[in-house]
Nanobody, 126 residues
């Protein structure tokens, strides 16, 4: 079956960095767009960033532009999220998700993502 397993979360001070990874199995990874979402306590899950199946297109939420970078390695079936200049408001559970390839290379719409990981906690202290 399809599995998406996130790793790399943890506790970091404001201004610090973390790199999240999401390893996929059970699917043809190169035919799926990937996305990162996050959910803070008491809030709805929100889109963070997405990347097309080839890696050629990306789309970032305004709140993370210039600080976060998504990338993927289709030879390793893995997508990454490099998070720099972290802020306390970045504290959340971060989820990766897989979206079947479509004419629209990247989407922030949660409903378009078919598979989800279990999430990894990121906590940024002030």
């Amino acid at each position: 079956q399809v599995q998406l397993v996130e790793s790399g979360g943890g506790l970091v001070q404001a201004g610090g960095s973390l790199r999240l990874s999401c390893a996929a199995s059970g699917l043809t990874f190169s035919t799926y767009g990937m996305g990162w979402f996050r959910q803070a306590p008491g809030k709805e899950r929100e889109f963070v960033v997405g990347i097309s199946w080839s890696g050629g297109s990306t789309h970032y939420a305004d709140s993370v532009k210039g600080r976060f970078t998504i990338s993927r390695d289709n030879t390793k079936n893995t997508v990454y999220l490099q998070m720099n200049s972290l802020k306390p408001e970045d504290t959340a559970v971060y989820y990766c998700a897989a979206r079947p390839v479509s004419l629209v290379p990247v989407s922030p719409q949660e409903s378009e993502y078919r598979y989800w990981g279990q999430g990894t906690q990121v906590t940024v202290s002030s």
